[in-house]
Each structure stands twice: as structure tokens, then as C-alpha cells.
């Protein structure tokens, strides 16, 4: 694959301790590898976390941000996260609430703290008319009861997507992309793989989930994976569908940009 097919990363946790040796390091080799944009989200139950991720969307235009309570962190939620999401939003600082969701693989935070939790911040998505970006695992009936109740109308991203057509299906009715990550590359992923390949290419998006998740080409030769990549992702996307590396770097772009309204 050429280094500067046009890509984005829609999600990467550039904020986070793993990058503080070498952040900007790591921005500039994946601006230099041809990524137009980067989504970071920041976690608002630690301070420092958002504070970076602030620097880093005021140094770099290509970077934006989301913010949010992770599900993972819900036990750690107060009113003052809801205020903190509320006051970045109106200041114009973020582009969506997130990262927020459901987990019941893990359950660090019980799973009725999660359900109100993920309310709570659907409630104020819904108030800003933001987006939301969506952490989900083994939680998808629960997760869209919540979506459907809660009447959430403004979409947004299912980020790193490991479960089934019946949810990304439902997920897509409700105006969500589906964002696909070095999982997809994992040789017991073949369903996965499936359900990609029926996804259709305007609801189409490619992430790494950095520094998690590393593709499956790197898996063992690196401790940390990185916004560049992204490229790998893209590759085995256009295995799937058949299509050239270029044009699902086109159609991921595009796709990021227009849900954004990026220039």
C-alpha cells in the first residue's frame, strides 16, 4: 500500500499515558503516512486525559475530540462529568459525546450504573444535537433499548465493532457508521469479516483504537499500536469487498469529513 492513500483514524487515544514519551512523534508519522484526521477521545473521569487531549486539538487542526464517561468508568460518574461534557461542548471544544456505551464482557462498573450513565450522556447528546460515539460488548439488546427510549436522533459512531449484522443493521437505521479496527485482521474474525463485507461503503469507517488492538501483521512486534496503522485496517477492508486500498481510503474519508462537517 502507498503511504499517502488518503485515510482518517476515527479513533485513537492519542491522550492517554502510553503516548507521553513520544506523542507528537507519533501525530507527525501518521500525517506524514497520508492521515487527514485523527478523533481523540478523551476520558472525563481523568482530568489529564482531557487536558492533553485539549493541547493536542489546539496544535493540530486535523485532530479533533470527543469526550465522554466510559462504561468501563461509570462507577467513577458525578454530575460535575455531565457538567464538565456540557461546558467543552458549548465552548466548542468536542465534536461528539464519547466514548460511551454498554460493556458486560468486563462489568468494572456494574451494569445498572453503565445503563444510567449511558442516559445521562444520551439525555445531553441529545440537548447539544451532538453525535455520540459508541462503545459496545455483549450489551447490543440493552444498548439500543437505551438508544430507542432515550428517542437519541443524532447518530453517531459504533466504534471498533465486533458483533453481529442484526446489530450494525439497527445501528444504521438510527444514522450510526460502523467503524471497523485491527480486529477485523485476526484470523478467528471471519464473521466479522462477514458482516463487514455487507456493510455498505457510505456507512463505512476504519480506526485503531490506539494504543489497543494492534493488527494482526504487527501482532508481537510492537507494544503499542498508533494512528498509522490505520493502514492496515483499510488493507484487509479492501480484501473484503474487493475494491482497491485507494477507494476505501476515499470512502472512510469522505464519510468521516461529512458526519463531522469537515473541510
Known sequence: MKETVPLVDSHAHLSMREFDEDRHQV???????????????????ESQNVITA???TEKYKNIIMAAGVHP?????????CINQIEDLARAGKIK???EIGLDFHYNFSEPHDQKKVFRSQL?????LHLPVIIHSREASKELVTCLLQEKFSHGGILHCFTEDWHLAEKMMELNFLISFSGIITYPKAYKLRETAKKIPLERLLIETDAPYLIPLAYR???????????????????????LSIESIGERTTANFKSFFCLK
Open 27 to 45: 501525530i507527525e508519522r501518521a500525517f506524514q503516512a497520508g492521515i487527514l484526521a485523527i478523533l481523540c477521545p478523551a476520558e472525563v473521569t
Open 54 to 56: 485539549l493541547k493536542l
Open 72 to 80: 468501563h468508568q461509570a462507577r467513577f460518574f458525578s454530575p460535575a
Open 96 to 98: 461528539a459525546i464519547g
Open 123 to 127: 439525555r445531553l447528546a441529545q440537548q
Open 220 to 242: 508481537g512486534k510492537l507494544k503499542r499500536n498508533e494512528p498509522f496503522y490505520v493502514r492496515e485496517i483499510a488493507k484487509t477492508l479492501a480484501v473484503i469487498k474487493d
